[in-house]
């Protein structure tokens, strides 16, 4: 499968040295390999990278390390080497590999690395201008450093769970898709550190917090925090303007459309659309009145959409200039016709997983070759390749550290 | 601790930013709170429409008091330009000469209509990179679609924690945070930003990059829309063991996921007899009578608070976290001792706390500095870069185009 130019991709000739597992560290890598830099995944089999046998919502996994469609959907366009990091010679492979490389990204827990021997300070010695990232719950300093987290547990201490639920109804924690957030600003901080690394031929140590990540997308609540002394609260989906602003039930079965009407202009495109004789109501004459009683304004709203289909209420509302969109799910998403006009779903073909649709990437590039191109690896696929092809090791040496188990 | 300013990661790049509320000032914030130096471009006397939408101190509106603006912005240079009008362009053009990148959030093909088309933008500098984003991209039969964040955040499923209650009225999902989803867009911007930057200085041209907020969103779920989009069509998830539980004083996310975590929860309270059962012997079990185990542990919960359940569950390896409001989150000691929040002054908005950024470089967090007031810079920029003199300047103002 191609990517979406025909130049050599941004991140061409760069190097990762992959330590992450679970989704929030693969994701990150993911999107650098994505982005054209060579992406080498170091695992073993006696210490997998837990989605190839696991998820938080899906239990435990049928089939082996290389049957993880989870696992295939976080870590596209890598290579694969099994090295057991707990033997001498696989640490000091690791280091020669490091020696080779530009980036090393990481998400065990603080002090892990140090103790392997694998440090920031050790690695340095042998690549002095390395790149390394690495993350973890709640960063590499405080007093809860040690801590570990998940997904929810991260947009729980965020403060963003509390601001997510309706009122009457308890917080909720946000899921898989933080960890992919995480990995994304793990991405952005390991760009920076290769640009300045350009200017001034050095590396960096980068320490993210995943917490802070998710604290930092709900900036405005601390500002408002500070500014009015009151911590903020979960809303739905109301807004501390807008009305009507919330997601309305269509006719189909589990059907809803979302509108968020903001200004007069909008407002005016709503009432054409609807035409419901109530809206010229003194209690819907300005933007405060509706937004006071905008429990009522909603049953009006809802009225008029419940009798139509998400489609037919979109369109309606959409050619008149309200903003309204299709709620969607993680089902019909899957057919909805702009994304497929836009070729956003891609087909990859994975040995053992075989034949998937999978989701896109967040950016299209008019001239260079970014994308996936390649499914996720088998374990241990590109041994051969990387402690061959890389290190320069024979094939005798690597069959003697596979009987050995230090490739494991 | 706070270095030299050209010591930053992103010292000497500079970043054009023609972007309004959420996205794209995120994704220039990011850059700029990295060192950058970004120049917001803001139309005359209106500015980004964020300045108009609050918090404000006291809850009364002000442009140079809005919280969200405030925060979106930091860092940042800012001058006003008006785009529709000839001179206003040429100026424009002549800053596109010298920056490396531009980050638009203009509406599909309105760049075009005003003559700023990919070509003459090409022709100003060919190395230039730009990232433009939009809510569903430029193209497709949704292209022109009206937004706001809620319909953005919509646009794409998001799976979060919950198990509603049983019999419970069927409700439509609601949003998280406040404009998530924007943010995220304004991430990955960020992200295929600097990557073009690096493309563009290895091989000396120019890119653009497009960024559909409702497509970095989906990325953002392609686990889970993996699984429903392809067969076979997973069992409906019935609720982990543990998840979230009531404490005395709140909520707490408790996830004990592997086998070593559940045993930690089990010693975390006090290994009970139940937890000998067959029922509990191993995930599979476990999670077949999740209806048995799940009260009994809710119970555990029950008599004890949310700081006592986090910090012996880790205690003993099992991942635990307390849901904390935001003003909880601001006086958390984890964070206090990270520095993650700084008072950061501002001569209209006075010191207001701030989250920070969420890395640390070599140990150096924060280096930023407050928003631009709307056109503070425009006789640094277009003065002194451009070199327009004063009397130029005023006559621009007079004329509307500053």
């Not at chain 1, 903001?262 to 005016?268: D, I, K, L, T, Y």
């Not at chain 1, 037919?312 to 702009?338: C, I, K, M, Y």
Request: negative net charge.
């Amino acid at each position: 499968m191609s990517g979406q130019g025909s130049r050599p991709a941004p991140l061409a000739g760069v190097r990762v040295v992959d330590m992450t597992w679970a989704w929030a560290g693969p994701h990150g890598t993911q999107l650098l390999a994505w982005l054209g830099a060579e992406v080498i995944k170091v695992e073993s089999h006696s210490r997998l990278d837990h989605s190839r046998m696991r998820s938080l919502m899906g239990g435990t996994l049928a089939g082996g390390p290389d049957h993880s469609p989870i696992f295939n959907d976080l870590n596209s366009n890598k290579l694969s080497i099994t090295l057991d990091l707990r033997r001498d010679e696989a640490r000091a492979l690791l280091r020669r590999l490091v020696a080779v490389s530009d980036v090393l990204a990481q998400n065990m827990r603080p002090g892990v690395m140090e103790r392997l021997g694998l440090g920031y300070d050790e690695l340095c010695r042998v690549k002095p201008e390395l790149v390394m990232l690495s993350q973890s719950a709640v960063g590499s300093t405080g007093p809860e450093r040690n801590y570990a987290g998940y997904a929810p547990t991260f947009s729980a201490l965020a403060g963003i769970a509390d601001l997510t639920g309706y009122p009457d109804e308890p917080p909720m924690p946000l899921s898989g898709s933080v960890d992919l957030r995480v990995g994304t600003a793990g991405a952005l901080a390991v760009l920076a550190a290769l640009y300045e690394r350009r200017r001034t031929g050095r590396g960096r140590h980068i320490d993210l917090s995943s917490t802070e990540v998710m604290s930092a997308m709900i900036g405005e609540a601390f500002l408002e925090l500070s500014m009015s002394g009151r911590s903020p609260q979960r809303a739905g989906n109301r807004h501390d303007v807008m009305a009507p602003h919330g997601c309305f039930a269509c006719a189909g079965p589990d059907e809803w459309v979302s509108i968020a009407v903001g200004g007069e202009r909008e407002w005016a495109a709503l009432v054409s659309v609807i035409a419901d004789p109530a809206f010229a109501d003194a209690r819907f004459a300005g933007p405060e009145e509706r937004w006071r009683n905008q429990d009522a304004l909603d049953a009006i709203v809802e009225r008029w959409t419940r009798a139509r289909s998400v489609d037919a209420a979109v369109d309606a509302l959409q050619l008149a200039g309200v903003p309204a969109t299709r709620v969607h799910s993680e089902e019909s998403v899957g057919l909805d016709p702009h994304l497929l006009a836009r070729d956003f779903f891609r087909e990859l073909e994975h040995p053992v997983v075989g034949k998937r649709r999978v989701v896109g990437t967040p950016w299209r590039f008019e001239s260079a070759d970014v994308g996936i191109r390649a499914p996720a690896p088998l374990i241990g696929q590109h041994n051969d390749a990387v402690l061959g092809g890389i290190l320069g090791l024979s094939e005798a040496e690597i069959e003697r550290l596979v009987a050995d188990g230090v490739v494991h | 601790m706070t270095r030299p300013l050209q010591d930053r990661p992103l010292s000497g790049l500079c970043v054009l930013e023609l972007g309004q509320m959420v996205a794209a000032p995120y994704c220039g914030k990011l850059l700029a709170d990295l060192g950058a130096d970004v120049i917001k471009i803001e139309r005359p006397r209106v500015g980004d429409g964020a300045r108009r939408r609050g918090p404000f101190p006291g809850g009364v509106p002000h442009p140079e008091k809005s919280g969200l603006f405030l925060y979106l912005n930091t860092s940042k240079r800012g001058i006003t330009l008006d785009l529709e009008t000839e001179a206003g362009r040429g100026i424009f053009l002549r800053l596109v000469a010298d920056a490396a990148a531009l980050i638009d959030d203009w509406p599909p093909g309105e760049l075009a209509r005003i003559g700023l088309d990919p070509d003459a933008l090409a022709r100003a500098n060919p190395r230039l990179v730009h990232t433009s984003i939009t809510p569903f991209g430029a193209s497709g039969p949704h292209r022109d679609f009206r937004t706001h964040h809620l319909n953005v955040y919509h646009s794409s499923p998001h799976t979060t924690f919950s198990t509603p209650a049983e019999g419970a009225p069927r409700r439509a999902p609601p949003r998280a945070g406040r404009y998530l989803a924007e943010y995220d867009a304004g991430l990955s911007a960020a992200v295929g930003t600097m990557a073009a930057v690096l493309g563009a200085l290895a091989t000396g041209t120019g890119e653009r990059v497009e960024v559909s907020k409702q497509e970095a969103l989906l990325c953002l779920e392609r686990v889970d829309i993996g699984r429903q989009i392809n067969p076979p069509k997973p069992p409906p998830w019935t609720g982990s063991i543990g998840g979230l539980l009531r404490a005395k004083d709140g909520w707490v996310m408790v996830t004990p996921v592997q086998n070593h975590q559940w045993e930690g929860l089990v010693r975390a309270m006090g290994s009970p007899e139940w937890t000998r059962s067959e029922a509990c012997k191993d995930e599979a079990a476990r999670q077949a009578h999740r209806d048995e185990i799940q009260p009994r542990i809710q119970e555990w919960a029950d008599g004890l608070t949310r700081a006592e359940i986090y910090h012996r569950l880790q205690a003993e390896g099992t991942p635990a976290g307390p849901i904390q409001t935001v003003a909880e989150v601001r006086v958390w000691p984890q964070e206090r001792e990270r520095d993650f929040f700084v008072e950061i002054d501002h001569p209209e908005a006075g010191a207001q706390t701030y989250p920070s950024v969420p890395y640390r470089f070599d140990d150096v967090g924060w280096t930023g500095s407050r928003a631009p007031l709307l056109g503070e810079h425009n006789r640094e920029i277009l003065g002194e870069r451009l070199g327009h003199a004063s009397g130029e300047l005023a006559r621009l103002a007079a004329s509307g185009v500053i």
